[in-house]
């Protein structure tokens, strides 16, 4: 006896829908798993953007799959399209190609017409060699490339959606997922096709006043389907075309329990209260110098000679110039650097967008396992977005992530200006950081000395000295406190007793 209850009225279930991969990294993890089987989509951008990058990479993952596969073009021949696949590497075998372009008879004077126009003539060819051809092939995914041409022949507006709708309702009942692309050449936003379209996904390219040009696109709509909203970076390389998904920290979940990863050094972690904790934020602050970058650096080694992985991200200087600091200041990063542990990458702001940088960074926490991560500097991070208003954004959602996947993120802040009270960071970052370390110069007997402190630590108890601070080829010395000192932060300390804290050969 069969016992399931029919389903209620108005609680029919409904099917998942079918994805279809876009064959495009990441760009199925903006669309929510990929593109809803059997629907007409639309990619458009202004030329150069990636629009037929992105339509072969949608053929190839179907013919891979072993689905048949048409491209349709109006407007670039099968030769330019074979150009585009090999200079990724591609080979195009299990696409079918099908040129709808005005052949060289239609500049002879025979062939122009008088007693119609020409759209009422063309348009008609156009459409009856393209259904011949889908009934004959049956794919299961189509481009039409592009619509401007497709805009052209049909001569005005009201044809033209009349010929899309016709187009949509006759690829309904064959199983078939559409992709039309658009160039944008038309006067003024055209919405007519996106209001027909199952989901709109659009290409930007943005070229600033120096460095490389960013692009980043944007899903405007996508019916019945959660999707990853706002922009996101992309760029396009031999290979194909990119996508780096907008990185929402809610998305991840934070760690059960948080413990201290030491410096090595046994003075620093004391000031530090036992060391930093993993699922934190520090930020190293100070005048250029100071040893910002060499204290992140002490934690990195002291991580890979636990066995950690640590990444570094370095904006103010090459890979080889921080072997050979570290090395004349007796840390030897060389071993670590080439066994893996520790994963050191030279950003250039002029080449690399936001958003790659992030996913660079995901990638080390989710592929290298990486328990620390240096960003070295913030005023590098914040050249590689001279144009972005919402820096402070966008740290706040990558220290989080980072937070919650267990990750101790130290940041280096370079402070204008070298000595004096009155010295500001390009960026304030100091109320997003778990914990903030202050490092300083001081002039005392004729000499320009340096201190360190911490201002601010969320994990924990801390000590509230200000303790010397030196650097040389014994490496990292951090001295005791500064006693009997007034105005140690100002830059020009008053003794006000007998001066401790000092070595002999300081004193």
Known sequence: MNTTQPPQSGEEEKEEPVLKSTGVPGLDDVLGGGLSADRLYLLEGQPGA???????????????????????????????????ARSHG????????????????????DEQYTMFHPSEVELGETTVRLLADVDAIKPARVVFDSLSELRLLAGSSLRYRRQI???????????????LLDDLTAAGQDLQVQSIAHAVIRLEQINPDY?????????????????????????IVRGGLAVFPRLVAAEHRPPLTQTRIPSGLTALDELLGGGIEKGTSTLFVGAPGTGKSTVAAQFAL???????????????????TLRTRCAGLGMDLGPYIDSGLIRPRQVDPAELSPGELVHEIR????????AVVVIDSLNGYLNAMPDERFLIVQLHELLTYLGQAGVATMMVG???????????????????????????????????????????????????????????????????????????????????????GMDASES
């Open 414 to 500: 370079a402070h204008h200006g070298l000595i004096g009270s009155q010295m500001q960071a390009p960026v304030d970052a100091s109320y997003l950081a778990d914990s903030v370390v202050l490092l300083r110069y001081y002039e005392y007997d004729g000499e320009v000395r340096q201190a360190i402190s911490v201002v601010k630590k969320r994990g924990g108890a801390h000590e509230r000295t200000i303790r010397s601070f030196h650097m040389g080829s014994y490496g990292i010395q951090v001295g005791p406190p500064l006693r009997n000192f007034r105005g140690v932060l100002t830059g020009v300390p008053i003794p006000v007793g007998p001066v401790t």
């Open 302 to 320: 002291a991580a890979a000679k636990r066995g950690e992985c640590s990444a570094l991200f370095i904006f103010d200087e090459s890979v080889s």
């Open 50 to 84: 990636g629009k037929t990058t992105i339509a072969i990479q949608f053929l190839l993952e179907g013919a891979a799959r072993g689905e048949p596969v048409l491209y349709v073009t109006l407007s670039e021949t099968k030769v330019e399209l074979l150009d585009v």
């Open 90 to 109: 591609w080979k195009m075998d299990g696409i079918d190609v099908r040129e709808m372009l005005p052949t060289s008879t239609a500049l002879e004077p």
């Open 363 to 370: 990638e080390a926490v989710s592929v290298h396992n990486a």
């Open 165 to 179: 709708l016709a187009l949509k309702q006759f690829f309904a009942g064959r199983h078939c997922t559409v992709l």
């Open 211 to 235: 460095g490389n040009s960013r692009r980043r696109m944007v899903v405007t709509k996508y019916r019945g389907r959660e999707f990853r909203a706002g922009y996101h970076d992309y760029k």
